[in-house]
T-cell receptor, first 115, second 114 residues
Framework: GESVGLHLPTLSVQEGDNSIINCAYSNSASDYFIWYKQESGKGPQFIIDIRSNMDKRQGQRVTVLLNKTVKHLSLQIAATQPGDSAVYFCAENIMNGGSQGNLIFGKGTKLSVKP | DSGVTQTPKHLITATGQRVTLRCSPRSGDLSVYWYQQSLDQGLQFLIQYYNGEERAKGNILERFSAQQFPDLHSELNLSSLELGDSALYFC?????????????FGEGSRLTVL
């Protein structure tokens, strides 16, 4: 079965608030993690990645936090906008595992932004 | 626009039939990946090709096959279709075959098997 999962299938936030999307992984050998965003009718789009030698990485309005102790990954979106409404997937891989095809995706969390 | 092109966008067919899905990767990308997305299974990796050669294999059924041509476009062939094959099929591409970095996904081909 899946070794990566998301705690909640849906998350509803008010425009302007910060959003936090959580993800648990079970493979302690995973050392590379990615967040993808999938808007309705489109393919997944890369947001941000993080390697296991880091516990935090920031992008534009997004921050990924990695807690290897509890095998937990989170995506924080600052000042959430209506355009952030989408399904968010976390994914894990092992950098020396041979291929990005080994990337295992979680089932996704749907983020809805209320105006 | 990711630069990855998939055709057809929608396809409706009957059980037992065979279909071919096509993918053109981003210009310069040598790796092509195929994923199946269904409601109950999420995004499942099927197969990867790199510069014409099979590079990695995931949960791809024996009824399914793929290839990558010299011009780097790829086709996914699905045969003896079953109702459970109804799903979104995504193609993604990347420059190389490394294990990190961004995959660029197409908009998918929605297959409905009746």
């Amino acid at each position: 079965g899946e070794s990566v999962g998301l705690h909640l299938p849906t998350l509803s936030v008010q425009e302007g608030d910060n959003s936090i999307i959580n993800c648990a992984y079970s493979n302690s050998a995973s050392d590379y993690f990615i967040w993808y965003k999938q808007e309705s009718g489109k393919g997944p789009q890369f947001i941000i990645d993080i390697r296991s030698n880091m516990d935090k990485r920031q992008g534009q309005r997004v921050t990924v936090l990695l807690n290897k102790t509890v095998k937990h990954l989170s995506l924080q979106i600052a000042a959430t906008q209506p355009g952030d409404s989408a399904v968010y997937f976390c994914a894990e891989n092992i950098m020396n595992g041979g291929s990005q095809g080994n990337l295992i995706f979680g089932k996704g969390t749907k983020l809805s932004v209320k105006p | 626009d990711s630069g990855v092109t998939q055709t057809p966008k929608h396809l409706i067919t009957a059980t037992g039939q065979r279909v071919t899905l096509r993918c053109s990767p981003r210009s310069g990308d040598l790796s092509v990946y195929w994923y199946q997305q269904s409601l109950d299974q999420g995004l499942q990796f099927l197969i990867q090709y790199y510069n014409g050669e099979e590079r990695a294999k995931g949960n791809i059924l024996e009824r399914f096959s793929a290839q990558q041509f010299p011009d780097l476009h790829s086709e996914l062939n699905l045969s003896s279709l079953e109702l459970g094959d109804s799903a979104l099929y995504f193609c993604a591409s990347s420059v190389g075959q490394r294990n990190t970095g961004e995959l660029f996904f197409g908009e998918g081909s929605r297959l409905t098997v009746l």
